[in-house]
Nanobody
Framework: QVQLVESGGGLVQAGGSLRLSCAAS????????MGWYRQAPGKQRELVATITSGSSTNYAASVKGRFTISRDNAKNMVYLQMNSLKPEDTAVYYC????????WGQGTQVTVSS
């Protein structure tokens, strides 16, 4: 079990940047994969980026080159640096941890205005 708490969302203009943080209630070292997903109104939740325990990363094609996922095992934190934001990035962003099962945070709203 793990509790995940996201922060860092907000309102930003197109072209701007935000850094999302995910604080875990326990060590994230054992988790095979940590990641960020997002869900826009009327759409299904989709993968944004993941990072494995070995720090291999994977990105959705729509964010590759603009977003960077990272993890700090010592602080039990996962981050998502989002640059060159677009209105289509507007969504609720969820932190995810996977270790035999998926664990989710409550989400943080990101709104990008044009």
């Amino acid at each position: 079990q793990v509790q995940l708490v996201e922060s860092g969302g907000g309102l930003v203009q197109a072209g701007g940047s935000l850094r999302l943080s995910c604080a875990a209630s326990r060590s994230i070292v054992p988790f095979n994969r940590m990641g960020w997903y997002r869900q826009a109104p009327g759409k299904q939740r989709e993968l944004v980026a993941t990072i494995t325990s070995g720090s291999s990363t994977n990105y959705a094609a729509s964010v590759k080159g603009r977003f960077t996922i990272s993890r700090d095992n010592a602080k039990n934190m996962v981050y998502l640096q989002m640059n060159s934001l677009k209105p289509e990035d507007t969504a609720v962003y969820y932190c995810n941890a996977y270790w035999g099962a998926d664990f989710w945070g409550q989400g943080t709203q990101v709104t990008v205005s044009s």
